[in-house]
Every structure is written in C-alpha cells, then in structure tokens.
C-alpha cells in the first residue's frame, strides 16, 4: 500500500515509525516532515490544509491511503476534499472535528448525550459573560470557542482574571477563535488522557496516557504543547476507563451519528479524574503531541493495522494486542521556549544513539542543514524509550536525553514524577 502522511511534528514521526515497520506498507511519503522523518520516508513539500494539492499529490504518486496527524487540515476538511476524491482516509470530516474546533458545539453534544462534564455558559456578548462570571465566581474558566492553538483556556483563580480574559477574547486576542467564549466550572482532579479509534459508532481504546503540560519542574510555569507524557496513565484504570467509555466516549459518539456527523479517526479524550469519576474536559480529534509518541512506541507496526482498520469501519472485528509495558516521552526544547527561542543551533550526538524497539528519538522541530540537524521549532526531540516498568522507560529516556549535545535546548527532569 502506498500511504501519504501529513504533518510534520513528533507525532508524525512516531506514526511514520509505526506504519514504516508493518510490512503493508509499500511507499511511504510524510508532507512536509522533517529531517528525523527524511531518515525514514520520503518527504514531499505540500501545503496540507490545500485539500485539492493534497488530493493532485495523491493522485500523482498513486496513494491508496492518507493519515491526518494535525486538527488544522482536519477542521478545515481536508478529510472531506480527499474522499470525495475516492481516497481512503484516517481522519474525521469536517463536521466531526468539531468536537475540537469548537468548545461549544463539544458541550452540545455533551448535554445531548448526556455526558459528564464541567457545567457551562456559551456567550457571544461580552457584557453577558461578565455577568455570568459574577454570578459564579472564581475559580472558573474561560475559553475561546475556536481553534486557538492550544492557548485559547485561561484557568482564572480570580474573578478578575476571568474578567479580564473576556476583555482579551472579546477584544481580538484570539482573532475569530475568541468572538465566542465558553465559560467553565472549575473541576478539581488529576488529569488523563483516553485515546480511542473511532469508526462511527464502534469504539476501540487504543491506550491511556497523561503529559505535562507546563514548561517548569513540579508542573509550574506557562503553558505549553507538552513537556514530556507516560503511557498508561495509572490513575485511569481499568474500572476508570470502562466508565469513561460508557458514560462519555459511546454516547458522544452515537450523538454524532443521530446528527449526521459520525466521526471517524482517534478521539482523544481528555478527562479530569475525581473519587472515581471521570468527566470530559475536552476533546481533540487527533493523536496528542507528544502523547502519540508513548503510544506508537507502546503498539509498534499493530498500530498501522489498527488506524486502518479504524478508515475502513473494521473496528468491531479488530482487537489491541497489549504488551504489559510502559512508556516515557522527554521533551527537548529550545531555550526560550514557550517564550520567543532562536532557531537554527545545530544537535549534536544524534547518530550514535540507539534505536531500537524499545527507544527512538523523534524528532519535533528539526530540519537538515548539509550533514547537520538543527532545531526549527520550540519542541525539538521527543527522547522516547519503554520498559518493563515506568522506572525502567524514564531511566532509558534520559540516559539518551543526557547524551545529545544541544547546549541550546533544555529539559524537565521530573516527567511522570506523579506516577513514579
Ligand atoms: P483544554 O484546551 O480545554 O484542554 O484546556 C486546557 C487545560 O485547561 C486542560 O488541560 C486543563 O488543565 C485546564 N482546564 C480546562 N477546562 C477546565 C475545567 N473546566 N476545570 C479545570 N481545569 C480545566
Ligand atoms: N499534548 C497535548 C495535545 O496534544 O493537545
């Protein structure tokens, strides 16, 4: 089979890993990748939210099968361009990746489906906003209803804070992600992450994983896309997941069947976790970055088996053959970063690491220079390892972390530290 993927991040390169070693694969062509991908497959320069250029791209190079990594192709329906091109697809429509792209329409559904979640108010008028934040007080939350590149939430401690927040949406801050706002309780808990093959209205876990999200040790500092993630995520277990999957994950997604929209692709669902009880936070309709990185490394070449399985609505009859393993992510990024970063220093000490099934670099924000690798993205290398036990990955993934030289990028020493 020839496969085009699309993206270019450590996502991509841990799911061109994975597709690259099941021997279903023929050609392989990740748009645009990166220089760590360029080791593994071809790389194609496209514009991959241009559904017609992909769409001639395929045809050209007689692609049988396009993976989406990214929501932004996603939401704007490259998915949809592609199959009514003919084209088998991993991804969900347009329609469907607004479970991601829209906060409100998620809540919607939600109520619908009567699915737990934090209790909310959808506003398009500032004034109403601030009204609902004196009502309520703080601790509450306030989101851009779009697609804000992951900076659209402000967890506001303070009713100020909050009322501010609607000052900078309204105002423009987000451009038109923030011309609607999403107002959320607060929920206490811990974090996790539930990923799930979708194919309609069939379900299959494909694993659980927890990252961290802000860019200092003990989970302090700005936000950012993600400092490190460890699959599974011991605090969802089994009995945790089972609730999920009935209480949220089915009946959402049977809701988008009864509305016309079903979705197709992974779900990752993000839940907030409180004596037992998971409640949605959000979803997004993609793999995470860099939580798809534990989990191809988790799954090997059965994860290409199972996305397709997921494009051609095989769910019911397939299956996850689980290794009893666990796996750890370290990020690697640019000084600087989330803040403004210098890009362009050359890496190090790359070629003499290992790899193998059980530890792989990917690469985030690289690109070949002549013989070298240097950064071009806040999130560099994704320093990925498994193990017997969590222990055994984080020991794996830093040995490898403290051998690249790259005096100008940086790490946290304490990823999975809740669960360790
Ligand atoms: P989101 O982009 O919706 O995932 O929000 C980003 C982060 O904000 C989440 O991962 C949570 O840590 C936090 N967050 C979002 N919504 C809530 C909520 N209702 N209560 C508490 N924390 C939240
Ligand atoms: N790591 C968080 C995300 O992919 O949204």
């Not at 994950?249 to 669902?269: H, N």
């Not at 839940?271 to 860099?290: A, C, S, T």
Request: proline share 4%.
């Amino acid at each position: 089979m020839n496969i085009l993927i699309l993206g270019s991040g450590g996502r991509e390169h841990a799911l061109t890993w994975a597709v690259k070693q099941n021997p279903k694969c023929d050609r392989l062509i990740v748009a645009p990748g990166n220089a760590g991908i360029a080791q593994i497959a071809e790389c194609a320069a496209l514009d991959i939210e241009d559904g017609g250029a992909v769409a001639s791209f395929a045809a050209e190079n007689a692609i049988d099968f396009v993976i989406i990594g990214p929501e932004a192709p996603l939401a704007c329906g490259v998915a949809d361009r592609l199959r009514e091109a003919g084209l088998l697809v991993f991804g969900p429509s347009a329609g469907a990746a607004r479970l991601e792209a829209s906060k409100s329409f998620t809540k919607e559904i939600c109520d619908a489906a009567n699915a737990p979640t934090a209790g909310y108010g959808h506003f398009t008028d500032a004034e109403a906003a601030k009204a609902h934040i004196r009502a309520n007080g703080a601790p509450i939350v306030v989101k851009a209803d779009g697609l804000a590149a992951g900076k659209g939430v402000i967890v506001a401690m303070t009713e100020q804070e909050a009322l501010d927040a609607i000052d900078d949406m309204f105002g423009g801050a987000f451009g038109g992600a923030g011309a609607e706002v999403v107002i959320e309780e607060f929920m206490e808990g811990e974090e996790a992450s539930l990923f799930v093959l979708v194919d309609g209205e069939e379900v299959l876990s494909v694993g659980t994983a927890q990252d961290h999200k802000r860019v200092g040790e003990g989970d302090t500092g700005p936000n950012t896309g993600g400092m490190g993630a460890y699959s599974p995520a011991p605090v969802l277990s089994a009995e945790i997941e089972r609730i999920a999957m009935d209480e949220i994950v089915k009946p959402t997604m049977a809701e988008m069947v009864k509305r016309g929209v079903p979705f197709q692709g992974i779900l990752y669902a993000g839940l907030m976790i409180k004596d037992g009880q998971p409640r949605l936070v959000e979803y997004n309709v993609r793999y995470g970055d860099p939580e798809c990185q534990v989990l191809m490394l988790r799954l090997g070449a059965q994860a290409f088996d199972l996305i397709h399985a997921a494009a051609e609505g095989r769910l019911a009859e397939t299956s996850v053959n689980w290794a009893d393993d666990h796996a750890m992510t370290v990020v690697m990024a640019a000084n600087g970063y989330p803040g403004s970063y210098e890009k362009g220093s050359e890496i190090k000490g790359l070629n003499i690491l290992p790899d193998d099934s059980s530890q792989v670099v990917f690469h985030a924000g690289t690109k070949a220079d002549g013989d070298k690798i240097v950064a071009s993205g806040g999130r560099v290398l994704n320093v990925t390892a498994r193990g017997a036990t969590l222990q055994e990955a984080r020991d794996r993934a830093y040995a490898m972390a403290e051998s690249i030289d790259w005096p100008e990028g940086f790490y946290r020493n304490d990823i999975g530290w809740r669960a360790l």
